[in-house]
């Protein structure tokens, strides 16, 4: 497809439309931090923002968003169920804290951010029913226009279409260059799901690559500009964040260039670059 501007959209295989680039959150401190790098964002031109109760910035983010002055309805903003929190009233309870931390009485998309919490390690499957279980109920209170997973993969993804009467509709994981994660792409989109690439720079370690300052210099781009470009010709959502309100504006401006076929595969085959995605059946919290 082919992508014009910041509020072009992908479709999601419930008719929503998503804005194909969001602004993230992760790791943006509570407070003036998170509050002006939102309003910086909105004021960029962004329309799709994504926090997480994790991140522990929801607050914070949705005065950013009322501080714009941009119409809710034109945002489309996610959260993320945070990892010690399964069960069916208690996805209920914290998804209604996330409304009131943000100010607004529904999400656009909300997720379950990891498969396999430390917490629910043994009892994952079914807690994570639970969980999808409430988020469906949301879904029909209209509270919720769509549901999604972040960082799973085959099996966990398997095991929660096992009961789940609405599909996810996204999942959100880690792509960057060099990590790209295939099978589990391509499984996803298989089940109909839009991939949405968290830390689409690597975490900053993609500025560390000459590779990709060499492609920079040929396209006359930044090295940021460049990653975000790749992850769109790659058709994910790329969500890159920054606090400077220069590099929020630069990171916007990816649409008026294209990479070619060799270059995209190149940035592809970067393998470890940035270094891989953590193991969700693995991790520590």
């Known amino acids: 497809m082919q992508l014009n501007r910041l509020t072009d959209t992908y479709t999601l295989q419930n008719g929503l439309q998503i804005p194909v680039i969001g602004f993230g959150t992760w790791q943006v401190a509570d407070g003036e931090e998170a509050r002006k790098s939102v309003l910086s964002a909105l004021e960029a031109g962004y329309r799709h923002i994504d926090t997480a109760q994790a991140y522990e910035n929801e607050q914070s983010v949705g005065q950013g968003i009322r501080d714009s002055g941009v119409p809710r309805e034109q945002i489309f903003l996610t959260s993320k169920l945070r990892n010690p929190v399964r069960g069916y009233e208690e996805t209920l309870a914290a998804f209604d804290e996330s409304l009131r931390l943000l100010g607004t009485d529904y999400l656009d998309l909300f997720l379950l951010h990891w498969p396999r919490p430390r917490a629910f390690h043994d009892n994952w499957e079914h807690m994570n029913a639970e969980s999808w279980r409430a988020m469906e109920t949301l ?15 085959r099996h966990h993804i398997d095991a929660l279409l096992k009961t789940a009467k609405v599909a996810p509709q996204v999942n959100q994981i880690r792509l960057a260059p060099g990590e ?10 298989e089940k109909g799901m839009l991939l949405e690439a968290y ?24 090295i940021a500009q460049i990653a975000i470009r790749w992850s769109l010709q790659r058709g994910y959502l790329p969500m890159p964040k920054s606090i400077t309100p220069e590099r929020i504006r630069e990171n916007a401006r990816v649409f008026d260039f294209e990479l070619s076929a060799d270059d995209v595969q190149r ?3 970067m393998k470890g670059v940035v270094g891989y995605a953590r193991d969700p059946d693995d991790i520590p919290f």
């Open 139 to 153: 879904f029909e209170q209209k509270k919720l226009r769509a549901l999604g997973i972040s960082n799973f993969r």
């Open 180 to 189: 790209t994660q295939d099978d589990t792409v391509d499984y996803s989109r």
């Open 199 to 222: 830390s689409p720079l690597g975490v900053g370690r993609i500025f560390e690559v000459p590779q990709m300052q060499e492609l920079a210099e040929k396209y006359g781009r930044t």
């Open 267 to 269: 940035i592809a085959d």
